[in-house]
């Protein structure tokens, strides 16, 4: 089974408000290309993997920050 682009999004944190913003053009209810969001799913970092690993980096490297 193909993940949904509604799906990978959620996947990737993004609130149902930000899918619902990245789903329309310009607040009109005009869906984007399953393409599209597949690309802004996959260009994205999930925050809370990019928290832990700098919280990581800074507890093994205190004398560096």
Known sequence: RILN???TLEKECYT?????RLMTID????KTSDYSLYGRAGNSIV?????????????????SF
């Open 47 to 63: 925050v809370n993997v990019l928290s832990a690993v700098f919280t990581s980096i800074i507890e093994q490297f205190p004398e």
């Open 16 to 20: 149902e408000e930000q899918i619902t």
């Open 5 to 7: 682009p509604y799906e």
């Open 27 to 30: 607040g009109h209810k005009c």
